[in-house]
């Protein structure tokens, strides 16, 4: 099994989203986070006053995928998430050891 973390656009998660479901992909948690990476913010006026907006608003979107899987959603997940401005984001891969279902107990891939 595979845990992919993904830092994405705001505005793109909605077409991930259906990305994903398209291809049988359900389950997910998304977090808004803020950060930044190569592009460092921007400057805003706000009310004439000049600041720096150093910290932007992202998307994080974590799965646990089957193991054959994978190469599947990461290609849907990297497509509908691509705009191809600096600022699109990054994908994370870790291996997962194990999975447990709560409710009943059940273990590796079924339980995802």
Same mark, same amino acid.
């Given at each position: 099994?595979?845990?992919?973390?993904?830092?994405?656009?705001?505005?793109?998660?909605?077409?991930?989203?259906?990305?994903?479901?398209?291809?049988?992909?359900?389950?997910?948690?998304?977090?808004?986070?803020?950060?930044?990476?190569?592009?460092?913010?921007?400057?805003?006026?706000?009310?004439?006053?000049?600041?720096?907006?150093?910290?932007?608003?992202?998307?994080?979107?974590?799965?646990?995928?089957?193991? %054959?899987?994978?190469?599947?959603?990461?290609?849907?997940?990297?497509?509908?998430?691509?705009? %191809?401005?600096?600022?699109?984001?990054?994908?994370?891969?870790?291996?997962?050891?194990?999975?447990?279902?709560?409710?009943?107990?059940?273990? %590796?891939?079924?339980?995802?």
């Amino acid at each position: 099994m595979k845990k992919i973390e993904a830092i994405i656009q705001p505005f793109k998660l909605d077409e991930v989203k259906e990305a994903l479901k398209a291809i049988g992909i359900d389950g997910m948690t998304i977090t808004d986070v803020r950060g930044h990476g190569r592009q460092k913010g921007h400057r805003e006026v706000y009310r004439g006053q000049e600041y720096n907006v150093d910290l932007l608003p992202k998307v994080k979107l974590e799965m646990v995928v089957p193991e %054959g899987r994978f190469e599947e959603v990461l290609k849907t997940l990297t497509a509908a998430a691509r705009s %191809g401005k600096i600022g699109d984001g990054k994908i994370f891969v870790f291996d997962v050891a194990e999975a447990v279902r709560i409710r009943n107990d059940d273990r %590796g891939e079924t339980a995802l």
